[in-house]
């Protein structure tokens, strides 16, 4: 769903709902403590996203996680507007981290669903070009020498490569459909 869009809450039907969604989360790195979440809302009330947001909450992830609202979760891109900022993680009363669930969501809908924003993937073929995540144009390089900064570091292109290589990275990115492909 775009920021544009308004957000029209549905009701959720029992069928929508796997219950044993967060003991396979909770194995996961990063997602360990979701069952101790109270919905007590202070990481959306500190999320910086959600202050601009309409319907990105991360207490409504934690909950949709714990009701087992996979599909929900893994079609929705709001998914992928979470900064990973830690705000969350920071003041969570009872440890739970956030941004470690999102990851965690990220990448089921990634391995799972093949799908990512296409944002997302510009960045990481950037990183796989360049050796940066933002195209760094000529004008950028000449600006920091006449402003008397030291070049950028050279970035070893090989070793990123073998990285993209070893960790499934190239193949994901060779054949993954972004969001706005699927829709259209
Ligand atoms: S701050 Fe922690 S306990 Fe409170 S709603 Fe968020 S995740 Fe749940
Ligand atoms: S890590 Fe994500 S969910 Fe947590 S406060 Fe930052 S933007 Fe919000």
Same mark, same amino acid.
């Given at each position: ?14 069928? &929508?709902? *796997? ?12 997602? &360990? ?29 934690? !909950? ?7 599909? !929900? ?39 799972? !669903? ?41 970035? *070893? ?17 060779? *054949? ?9």
């Amino acid at each position: 769903m775009s920021e544009t869009q308004e957000y029209v809450p549905s009701v959720i039907k029992a069928k &929508e709902m *796997n219950p044993k969604f967060k003991y396979e989360m909770s194995k996961k790195h990063g997602a &360990e403590r979701l069952m101790l979440c109270f919905q007590c809302g202070t990481c959306t009330a500190d999320c910086p996203i959600s202050r601009f947001s309409d319907f990105y909450r991360p207490r409504k992830i934690a !909950r949709m996680v714990q009701l087992g609202l996979k599909d !929900r979760l893994l079609s929705d891109e709001a998914l992928w507007l979470c900064s990973s900022c830690f705000t969350c993680v920071d003041h969570c009363p009872q440890g739970v981290e956030i941004a470690g669930i999102v990851c965690v969501l990220r990448n089921l809908s990634v391995k799972e !669903r093949g799908v990512m924003p296409l944002v997302y993937r510009e960045l990481a073929s950037n990183l796989l070009k360049g050796g940066y995540v933002y195209e760094i144009v000529e004008s950028r390089h000449k600006k920091r020498a006449e402003l008397g900064l030291p070049p950028l570091p050279k970035p *070893n292109l090989e070793e990123i490569a073998k990285i993209f290589e070893v960790t499934g990275s190239s193949k994901i990115l060779e *054949n993954v459909k972004t969001f706005e492909k699927v829709k259209s």
